[in-house]
C-alpha cells in the first residue's frame, strides 16, 4: 500500500531570503566586526532614507524598541499605558518589564485598530502613553489619536511590527509619532533574522535611545584606553543590532519594494473579489492610509469551519494574535467592557497574501472563498 503526501497548503507565513545575501553575509562573518560595527549605521541611514525620516535607532527586536519607546516616554512603575489587548503579547509585555500597566481601550471591529474616542476615555492622570498597533499593517487613525495625547501631554506610539511600508496622509509610517517601533522579526516583509527599529521624533530622544540600547553608554566616547571608563547616567539595556542582522538587513532593503507591492497586490484581488460577499468578509478601508497587508485579515462568523474549508483546498488560515487581556500577567490590568475587542477576536482570522503567492496560489485561495461563501 502507498500513501500520496497531499501537497502542502499555502502557507501563511514565508521566510525572504535571497540568496545574495550571502557573499555580503561572509564579508561580515570575517571581517572581524560581529557585534555593532560599521554595517549598523549603514544599515540605519538605508532605512531611514527609504522610510523618509531623518534617523533611525536600528535594535536586535521590535519588542526592544517598543521597551525603548515607552521608556523614553517615561514609563515607571505604577504609570499607566493606554494600549490595545488584540496585538501580539510582545507590544504589551515591555510596559509590565517597567513596572507599568496596561489600560485596555477599545478597538474598531471594522479594522482592529484603536478607537481614539475609546482611548480618550481611559487616559487619567497617570497615563504615560498611548500606544497603538497598526492592525495587519492598516494604519490606525493617527490624527484622531495624536490628538487624545496632546490633549493630555502625554506620547503617542506606534507599533508598526505589521506596518513596514504602509503610508498614512501620503507618508510612509514611521515619520508621524513621538516613537515609531518596527520588528525585523523572521517573517516579517523585512527580516534581519531578529531586530528591529525606533525612530524617535526628537533628536534629543534619538541620542537617548543610542546610549540605553548599549548599557547607557556613548559607543562614539573613547575615554582614556576603555570607552566603559565613561560616566553611565542612568542604566541601559543591551539592545543593539549587530553587523550580522544589519547585513541581511541591507541585502534585504532591496527587495522591499518588489515583495510589498506582491503582498498589496494580492490583497488588492481579495478586496475586489470579497464586494458583496456576507459570509466572509473583509476588512473597512479609508482612502487617506494604505497597508503594506503584511497580514489580510477577514471576519467570519464561523471560524472554525471556514479554516477547515480553506485547509481542505490547500490553504493556511488562522489567527495570528490573540486578546492579551486574558493573560494572567495582565491580571492587575483594567478595561471594562470592550465590545469591539469582543466582536473582532471572535470573527478574525486571516489568509495568504505575501509575496511568496504565485498568480496560480491567489486563484487557489480566491476560489476557496468563492466556494465557502456559496456553501455558507
Ligand atoms: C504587533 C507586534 N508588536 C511587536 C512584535 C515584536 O516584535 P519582535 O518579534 O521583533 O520582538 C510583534 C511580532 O513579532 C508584533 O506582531
Redesign the pocket.
Given at each position: 500500500m502507498s500513501f500520496t503526501e497531499p501537497p502542502a497548503p499555502i502557507p501563511l507565513f514565508k521566510v525572504f531570503m535571497p540568496e545574495s545575501v550571502m557573499p555580503h553575509l561572509q564579508q561580515t562573518l570575517m571581517s572581524g566586526h560581529i557585534g555593532e560595527g560599521p554595517r549598523v549605521p549603514e544599515f540605519e541611514a538605508a532605512l531611514a532614507q527609504w522610510l523618509g525620516v531623518p534617523s533611525v535607532v536600528a535594535v536586535n527586536?521590535?519588542?526592544?524598541s517598543?521597551q525603548l519607546a515607552l521608556r523614553l516616554a517615561g514609563v515607571g512603575p505604577g504609570d499607566e499605558v493606554v494600549t490595545t489587548p488584540l496585538?501580539?503579547a510582545?507590544?504589551n509585555e515591555p510596559i509590565l518589564a517597567l513596572g507599568g500597566r496596561a489600560v485596555w481601550a477599545d478597538i474598531d471591529p471594522t479594522t482592529g485598530n484603536l478607537l481614539a474616542a475609546d482611548v480618550a476615555r481611559k487616559c487619567t492622570p497617570r497615563t504615560k502613553a498611548i500606544l497603538a498597533?497598526h492592525w495587519g499593517g492598516y494604519p490606525c487613525d493617527l490624527e484622531a489619536l495624536a490628538a487624545v495625547a496632546r490633549q493630555h501631554s502625554i506620547p503617542l506610539i506606534e507599533?508598526a511590527?505589521?506596518a513596514l511600508g504602509s503610508s498614512y496622509q501620503g507618508q510612509r509610517i514611521g515619520g508621524y509619532s513621538d516613537y515609531v517601533?518596527f520588528?525585523?522579526?523572521a517573517i516579517?516583509l523585512l527580516t534581519t533574522g531578529?531586530?528591529?527599529a525606533l525612530v524617535c521624533k526628537s533628536d534629543a530622544d534619538d541620542q537617548r535611545a543610542r546610549r540605553l540600547r548599549w548599557f547607557g553608554l556613548d559607543r562614539r566616547i573613547e575615554a582614556g584606553d576603555c570607552r566603559w571608563e565613561q560616566s553611565i547616567e542612568e542604566h541601559g539595556y543591551k539592545f543593539h543590532m549587530n553587523d550580522i542582522a544589519a547585513t541581511i538587513g541591507l541585502e534585504q532593503l532591496r527587495f522591499l519594494d518588489d515583495n510589498l507591492a506582491r503582498h498589496q497586490a494580492h490583497a488588492a484581488r481579495y478586496d475586489a473579489v470579497l464586494q458583496g460577499f456576507s459570509q466572509v468578509r473583509p476588512l473597512a478601508r479609508s482612502p487617506d492610509r494604505h497597508s503594506a497587508h503584511w497580514l489580510y485579515t477577514v471576519r467570519v462568523d464561523r471560524r472554525a469551519a471556514f479554516v477547515a474549508h480553506l485547509q481542505a483546498a490547500g490553504v493556511a488560515a488562522s489567527r495570528?494574535?490573540v486578546r492579551n487581556d486574558r493573560y494572567a500577567m495582565f491580571a492587575a490590568s483594567a478595561g471594562g467592557a470592550l465590545p469591539g475587542v469582543d466582536v473582532f477576536d471572535a470573527e478574525q482570522v486571516n489568509i495568504p497574501c505575501g509575496w511568496w503567492l504565485s498568480l496560480a496560489d491567489v486563484d487557489t485561495v480566491v476560489q476557496a472563498l468563492q466556494t465557502y461563501e456559496a456553501n455558507a
Open positions: 527586536s521590535g519588542t526592544s517598543l496585538t501580539c510582545a507590544t498597533v507599533d511590527a505589521h517601533c520588528s525585523f522579526q516579517k531578529d531586530g528591529g495570528v494574535h
